[in-house]
């Protein structure tokens, strides 16, 4: 059995370009971007949002938090889409350099696993409410573990198939449970009364932006396999739409219903079983993306630093193991606080990799004349100091300044310090290489 498992099966061109030929049909990426952001994770966004907030103010922070995603989404998938490249593997030319891509791509794995470990608590504890309160937690947190895995090893064909089946049944129960609220409320009631409990718009701004940050980065991961611009578009605006305005509105208006932030609270009053079968739906579909990417990161992070080429496979039965795991011990239950951190550490990221390849364009050359021949470009610096610098002052900005919005207050200032920085660094050089010359 092993030996039908090869590293051409299974290996997904995690550091190479997607060829073209090999690129998917629009409708299959956007039902994965779709499987991301209609889960469960949203509903308790918009749950926590309406039992602090009016619908309206509710609206109004989903609105400017999408926004914000969604260029972020947008600006990065295409470059995915152009270079055919994983987050990981495009940061190497966008501002990250070889050993900074690998940290990028180690930072990706490390929330992606943990997230993969407190979904599949959770995926577990829906079977076990379906089958029966005296099974073995560890045991059934096993089984789904492994089973998550042995879908994300056969890479994105096994993974868009799931999404083909979990995405609409998921969307059939967001249906059954709305239906359920709104025969018993009134929908003009749940949209005018006031809140049950309190949260500012700051704050609920950077609960919208935080909650998907990590999943705008690594859009790349999914629209390397895009054909063009077009599909990019797409693929991010309807997935904004459906999961951040249309499922996490629905988690106000629900959260009003019942007077709760408990989505599970929530979810179980309005649909009994089926909402059991909502939350396994839900985390089988995120749960494969997040494992997915983290094997990206950990096959572009083993390549730079050990200079070895490990099959994505191999790598993606590593993760599953360890979150599978920790999920069984229940560690990964206080994970959750570092999570919470990495919401200010990715940003930087972001704002570092768009200002790079879209205007400072310092490796376009090389990148456009690789493409023609379906390669990489041969040249790479290491680790630019620039880009420490900026990457720091993004995560301290986001941390310690209380006013604003910390996601995009660590986007901004790491822009900022980036751009001016490379430019001031460029100037220096220029003005060194002359006195150089003279001597």
């Given at each position: 059995m092993a030996g039908n498992f090869s590293k051409s099966e299974t290996d997904d061109y995690s550091l190479t370009r997607v060829p073209r030929e090999k690129r998917s049909q629009m409708w299959k990426i956007l039902l994965i971007r779709i499987g991301s952001l209609t889960c469960i994770s949203q509903l308790m966004l918009g749950?926590?949002?309406?039992?602090?907030?009016?619908?309206?103010?509710?609206?109004?922070?989903?609105?400017?938090?999408?926004?914000?995603?969604?260029?972020?989404?947008?600006?990065?998938?295409?470059?995915g889409e152009k270079e055919g490249l994983s987050?990981?593997?495009?940061?190497?030319?966008?501002?990250?350099?070889?050993?900074?891509s690998a940290i990028v791509g180690g930072a990706f794995a490390i929330s992606l696993t943990g997230w993969?470990?407190?979904?599949?608590?959770?995926?577990?504890?829906?079977?076990?409410?379906?089958?029966?309160?005296?099974?073995?937690?560890?045991?059934?947190?096993?089984?789904?573990?492994v089973a998550v895995t042995l879908i994300v090893l056969f890479g994105f064909r096994m993974m868009s198939w799931t999404a083909n089946i979990a995405v609409p049944g998921f969307l059939i129960l967001i249906a059954w449970a709305t239906y359920s609220m709104l025969k018993s409320h009134s929908f003009i009631h749940l949209v005018t009364m006031n809140a049950p409990g309190a949260l500012t718009m700051s704050a609920a701004i950077t609960m919208v932006t935080g909650g998907f940050i990590v999943g705008c980065i690594i859009t790349p991961d999914i629209t390397r396999f895009a054909k063009s611009t077009k599909d990019v578009f797409w693929i991010t605006v309807i997935g904004t739409l459906l999961g951040e305005l249309g499922i996490g509105l629905l988690g106000v208006l629900m959260a009003h219903a019942i007077g709760s932030s408990s989505i599970m609270a929530i979810v179980y009053q309005l649909t009994g079983v089926l909402g059991v079968l909502l939350v396994i739906?839900?985390?089988?579909?995120?749960?494969?993306?997040?494992?997915?990417?983290?094997?990206?990161?950990?096959?572009?992070?083993?390549?730079?630093?050990?200079?070895?080429?490990?099959?994505?496979?191999?790598?993606?039965?590593?993760?599953?193991?360890?979150?599978?795991?920790?999920?069984?011990?229940?560690?990964?239950?206080?994970?959750t606080s570092f999570l919470s951190l990495l919401g200010v550490v990715f940003p930087p990221i972001a704002g570092i990799m768009f200002i790079d390849y879209f205007v400072l364009r310092r490796y376009r050359n090389e990148l456009?004349?690789?493409?023609?021949?379906?390669?990489?470009?041969?040249?790479?610096?290491?680790?630019h100091p620039v880009t420490v610098i900026a990457w720091a002052a993004g995560?301290?900005?986001?941390?310690?300044?209380t006013f604003g919005i910390p996601s995009i207050t660590s986007i901004l200032i790491s822009i900022i310090v980036y751009y001016a920085g490379m430019k001031i660094y460029a100037a220096v050089k220029v003005h060194n290489d002359v006195e150089q010359i003279h001597e």
């Open positions: 749950a926590a949002l309406g039992f602090g907030l009016s619908f309206w103010k509710a609206f109004w922070a989903t609105i400017i938090g999408s926004v914000i995603l969604q260029f972020v989404s947008f600006g990065l998938g295409v470059a987050t990981s593997v495009l940061s190497r030319w966008t501002g990250f350099g070889r050993y900074g993969f470990g407190i979904q599949n608590s959770i995926f577990a504890q829906g079977i076990i409410a379906i089958l029966g309160k005296n099974l073995s937690f560890p045991l059934i947190a096993c089984i789904t573990g739906f839900s985390t089988l579909k995120l749960n494969d993306i997040n494992l997915y990417s983290s094997s990206l990161g950990i096959a572009n992070f083993i390549e730079v630093v050990f200079h070895v080429d490990v099959s994505r496979g191999l790598i993606t039965i590593i993760l599953g193991a360890l979150g599978t795991i920790l999920s069984m011990i229940g560690v990964i239950n206080q994970f456009d004349e690789s493409r023609k021949h379906a390669a990489l470009p041969a040249r790479m610096e290491n680790f995560v301290l900005s986001g941390y310690f300044i």
